[in-house]
């Protein structure tokens, strides 16, 4: 596609469900991110990919937040046990690698846990 | 620990009055730049970035940017705006020697330029 995509746009669910954020990053980036932005704070990074495998696990904020990515491409986070303090816009970006490459960034999901 | 910080939330300014946003960070090694704007109801699209070089850099809308190594800053500037500068903008760092190029962003500035 000619962005990164992200679905759903929005997500309300209640405390203790579990919910899937799914990110289609642009065709051919090998690098994918998942970052966090709460109210009033600035983005959060979560977890890192280079193809499949993600080897920057360090800002995923509980053991009840994983992600996966298959086949070079879409990418799924999941938030097991939700809870009040997850609500946030979660946003996905994605880029040829390394710190020289622009990531460029989805439209975001935002997620409020009632 | 490494940090970004960004010197104002909000700022509020008229058409045609000058920006400067100011952007500290906190880092050991050698760092790229980057600021980030988030209009409304749109996407994070990269404004500009420093990675090394001429300490000016222009980017795009009319945007530039004076990097100060010894100060550890990157100031955000534009000598006119317009009410289409209305938007949230993210100072953001990463090590230049990290291969997965995971940015720190800082908390972001909100500026309403009005009419």
């Known amino acids: 596609g000619a962005g990164v995509s992200q679905s759903p746009s929005n997500k309300v669910t209640e405390k203790g469900k579990d919910v899937e954020l799914r990110c289609d990053p642009i065709?051919?980036?090998?690098?994918l991110y998942w970052y966090r932005q709460s109210l009033g704070q600035g983005l959060e990074f979560l977890i890192y990919?280079?193809?499949?495998?993600?080897?920057?696990k360090s800002g995923l904020p509980s053991d009840r937040f994983s992600a996966e990515r298959t086949g070079g491409s879409v990418s799924t986070l999941t938030i097991q046990r939700t809870q009040q303090e997850d609500s946030a816009v979660y946003l996905c970006?994605?880029?040829?690698?390394?710190?020289?490459?622009?990531?460029?960034f989805g439209p975001g999901t935002r997620l409020t846990v009632l | 620990a490494q940090s970004v910080s960004q010197h104002n939330h909000h700022v509020i300014l008229s058409e045609a009055a000058s920006l400067e946003l100011g952007c500290n960070y906190s880092?050991?090694?050698?760092?790229?730049l980057f600021w980030y704007v988030q209009y409304p109801g749109q996407h994070l699209q990269l404004l500009l970035k420093?990675?090394?070089?001429?300490?000016l850099v222009k980017g795009i809308k009319g945007f530039e940017a004076e990097f100060i190594k010894s100060k550890f800053s990157c100031n955000l500037r534009k000598p006119s705006v317009q009410w289409s500068d209305t938007a949230e903008y993210f100072c953001?760092?990463?090590?230049?020697?990290?291969?997965?190029?995971?940015?720190?962003f800082g908390a972001g500035t909100q500026v309403v330029v009005t009419p």
């Open positions: 880092y050991g090694g050698t760092v790229n």
């Open positions: 065709s051919g980036h090998t690098a």
């Open positions: 970006a994605s880029s040829r690698g390394g710190s020289y490459n622009e990531q460029f």
């Open positions: 990919f280079q193809g499949n495998s993600a080897p920057d």
């Open positions: 420093y990675f090394s070089g001429d300490p």
């Open positions: 953001a760092v990463n090590e230049a020697t990290d291969s997965w190029g995971k940015l720190q």
